[in-house]
């Protein structure tokens, strides 16, 4: 196994090179994004999430571009927390879209860390 005999355990994915900023870190002015067809499709994610799942890996964690901006993103979240053996479905992002998609989000992948999201979202934006 390679999870084991590495002590490897965790899986980055990226869903897109797209995002919803144009900052010049990540995306230059003479950008050129990946054809859609040439990226990763919903199933294939789930694919790779269920094979190295089946090798060991239980912490997986979404990235792009902005992986909220991706369609179907709760579906993906949700196939990918449904998985035997995942433990954790993380994802990193700027935050943008997380007043709407922060509660579906938990509610599809019971991650603590977006429940805890969901809960300094509240306390700022109350304040």
């Not at 995002?19 to 990946?34: A, I």
């Not at 919903?42 to 269920?50: A, S």
């Not at 943008?96 to 509610?107: D, I, S, T, V």
């Amino acid at each position: 196994m390679i999870a084991s005999a590495y002590n490897i355990n965790y899986l980055r994915i990226s869903l897109t090179d797209r995002c919803n900023l144009r900052c010049v870190y990540c995306m230059p002015e003479d950008m050129v994004f990946r054809p859609r067809a040439e990226l990763l499709q919903d199933d294939e994610v789930l694919r790779l999430v269920n094979i190295f799942a089946g090798l060991g890996f239980h912490k997986f964690r979404l990235t792009g571009g902005e992986p909220t901006v991706r369609a179907n993103i709760l579906d993906i979240v949700a196939g990918m927390a449904a998985t035997p053996g995942v433990d954790t479905v993380a994802m990193t992002t700027n935050g943008l879209l997380l007043e709407k998609l922060a509660r579906p989000l938990a509610g599809r992948a019971c991650s603590e860390s977006i429940s805890a999201l969901i809960r300094s979202t509240q306390t700022s934006l109350s304040a």
